[in-house]
């Protein structure tokens, strides 16, 4: 009966994310939007433990003494989808400074396997769907937009929220400055 209502709850909350995202990005994208739910900037980072593609459980604390940039994306979101190679350069830039980017995938494990292969994908992946969905509110995604972004300075300080496709220079210029 728990795993029903856990399932119900994660198909639920994956189809409100589709038909946010959708109502989000039927209109041209906004990229100097900062994030639309609770402002956690300043704040101590948000705790989750989330499996990786290979079912290996992960926490902050993994990445700890690093800046996280957290990107919450899902294989169905073709604006994630345009943003990931942004977001292996930006790893393979600025990745011997100290910046670890993780993405966050609201999906199922299987399906995410697959795009990262397809894609080769350069990053650490986390993925899962209630759990997922939890964890982007956590962090302050309450539309539940993607793609949502959020960077974590080497202290674990939310330093920046954003929602919507990340802009290359304004992410750069924040890096720069935390790294």
């Known amino acids: 009966m728990r795993k029903l209502v856990v399932t119900l709850v994660a198909i639920t909350a994956l189809l409100a ?11 041209p994208v906004v990229v100097a939007q900062p994030a639309s739910g609770s402002s956690l900037v300043g704040t101590y980072r948000p705790d ?5 593609s290979i079912g290996v459980s992960v926490t902050p604390a ?20 345009n943003e990931m190679p942004m977001l292996m350069d930006l790893q393979q830039q600025y990745g011997s400074a100290g910046l670890q980017v993780v993405g966050i995938a609201l999906d199922d494990a299987k399906t995410v396997k697959g795009f990262i292969k397809t894609y080769r994908i350069t990053y650490p992946i986390l993925v ?9 509110l956590a962090y302050g995604n309450g539309e539940g937009v993607l793609p949502y972004s959020v960077l974590v300075d080497k202290t674990g300080i939310v330093r920046w929220q954003y929602a919507g496709i990340i802009q290359h220079d304004k992410i750069s210029s924040l890096l720069s400055e935390l790294l």
Request: aromatic letters at 20%; a negative charge; hydrophobic letters at 40%.
């Open 17 to 27: 994310g589709f038909y946010l995202s959708a109502r989000h990005f039927s209109e």
């Open 128 to 136: 899962g769907e209630a759990d997922v969905f939890e964890t982007s």
């Open 62 to 81: 993994d990445y700890a003494g690093k800046t996280i940039l957290i990107n919450f994306w899902a294989t169905w979101c073709v604006p994630c989808r």
């Open 48 to 52: 989750f433990q989330l499996g990786n």
